[in-house]
């Protein structure tokens, strides 16, 4: 068997330079990753775990992470929010669909509620709490989409029509609210 080779080019049918395999052609495309996360919403109050991982250790987030393989968006959102706060959820509705370019991410967040009160820190969380929104510490929040989503959320609370809102005008995810920048790292 012959060892894989590839080299970066430009495919015939194509614009982008991609890695093509030298002995038959094939074409190994990257794409976006997908991450899936929920606003969890409880008696009023918001779930935010505080991050236990790079990138962003100590800093508040939505229960999110990396789609696997197999599974779907909605299920994704659910395991990844017993993964990080030991919860089981009642998904409501797709809040948002996000774009972060510069790490080639795609955000899938969803309302959700907790099926029972009960939840704890899980191994990517140093704490979970529910906090009521005018007490959310804004300042900590991990990403720029945790504030977009936190800010969507309050306007479907409000009654806002039921379709999934998008990035703010303009924004990308590479600068917080308060003008820091981002590096290469992203929820």
């Given at each position: 068997m012959t060892e894989p080779s590839f080299t970066r080019r430009v495919p015939g049918d194509d614009e982008r330079a991609r890695?093509?395999?030298?002995?038959?052609g094939f074409v190994a495309y990257e794409n976006p990753k997908i991450v899936v996360?929920?606003?969890v919403r409880h008696e009023g109050r918001i779930l935010l775990c505080r991050r236990a991982i790079e990138p962003r250790r100590g800093f508040w987030t939505i229960p999110a992470g990396y789609?696997?393989?197999?599974?779907?968006?909605?299920?994704?959102?659910?395991?990844?929010a017993a993964e990080e706060a030991n919860v089981r959820l009642h998904m409501d509705r797709l809040l948002a669909?996000?774009?972060v370019p510069r790490i080639s991410q795609?955000?899938?967040?969803?309302r959700a509620r907790l099926a029972d009160p009960s939840f704890s820190p899980g191994p990517e969380s140093l704490?979970?709490?529910?906090?009521d929104p005018a007490d959310i510490p804004r300042d900590e929040l991990a990403f720029p989409s945790v504030h977009w989503a936190l800010d969507h959320d309050a306007e479907a609370e409000a009654g806002a029509p039921p379709v999934p809102f998008a990035n703010p005008q303009g924004a990308s995810?590479?600068?917080?609210?308060?003008?820091e920048r981002f590096?290469?790292?992203e929820m």
């Open positions: 890695d093509i395999c030298d002995h038959c996360g929920s606003v789609l696997e393989l197999g599974e779907t968006p909605e299920d994704g959102a659910r395991r990844e669909v996000y774009s795609v955000q899938l967040i969803y704490d979970v709490r529910l906090f995810g590479s600068v917080m609210p308060n003008g590096g290469t790292d």
